[in-house]
């Protein structure tokens, strides 16, 4: 019987929260397909206006092991940099994963900067097993939040 089972990843920034919040889950949809074109191939919203319930798309280049994923807002506050989203289509679901949820909140630092956190929860279908999938997963979102961060760093007008 397969289990629930989760991970955590902390990213430390030099950028102010709302800011990289913004820009790198926000926005990603976005920026992504400029910032590291050589891995997303192009993104967009499916459903809705980027408000909780919304659902969007990344389609991926050879780089990574599955062309699309697709997931759902499923809780956002604005005010405390903080989404919850659901993991619909791609990324392993119905291959090795049932289910996959993450929280990303992006906290304010003292001195000016933030840091990211993330707990992704997932279950495994019956007989699946995790290799190298969640330091996959941990690279890759370290690699989004050091891209917006540096694309911010370098435009320090983008997403005040």
């Given at each position: 019987?397969?289990?629930?089972?989760?991970?955590?990843?902390?990213?430390?920034?030099?950028?102010?929260?709302?800011?990289?919040?913004?820009?790198?889950?926000?926005?990603?949809?976005?920026l992504a397909p400029k910032l590291a074109p050589h891995?997303?191939?192009?993104?967009?919203?499916?459903?809705?206006?980027?408000?909780?319930?919304?659902?969007?798309?990344?389609?991926?280049?050879?780089?990574?092991?599955?062309?699309?994923?697709?997931?759902?807002?499923?809780?956002?506050?604005?005010?405390?940099?903080?989404?919850?989203?659901?993991?619909?289509?791609?990324?392993?679901?119905?291959?090795?994963?049932?289910?996959?949820?993450?929280?990303?909140?992006?906290?304010?630092?003292?001195?000016?900067?933030?840091?990211?956190?993330?707990?992704?929860?997932?279950?495994?279908?019956?007989?699946?097993?995790?290799?190298?999938?969640?330091?996959?997963?941990?690279?890759?979102?370290?690699?989004?939040?050091?891209?917006?961060?540096?694309?911010?760093?370098?435009?320090?007008?983008?997403?005040?």
């Open positions: 019987m397969a289990s629930t089972d989760s991970w955590t990843l902390e990213i430390e920034s030099p950028v102010a929260a709302p800011r990289l919040f913004k820009a790198g889950v926000m926005d990603w949809h976005t891995i997303i191939a192009s993104a967009h919203p499916v459903e809705g206006e980027g408000g909780v319930g919304s659902v969007r798309q990344f389609n991926f280049t050879s780089a990574m092991p599955f062309s699309v994923m697709k997931e759902k807002l499923d809780f956002l506050d604005m005010e405390k940099c903080e989404c919850k989203s659901t993991l619909l289509e791609g990324g392993g679901i119905g291959i090795t994963i049932e289910t996959a949820t993450s929280h990303i909140k992006v906290e304010a630092t003292a001195n000016g900067g933030s840091v990211v956190k993330v707990e992704t929860t997932y279950k495994l279908l019956p007989g699946a097993e995790v290799k190298d999938e969640i330091t996959n997963a941990k690279d890759s979102l370290t690699n989004i939040f050091k891209a917006a961060e540096a694309y911010l760093i370098a435009n320090p007008d983008a997403y005040n």
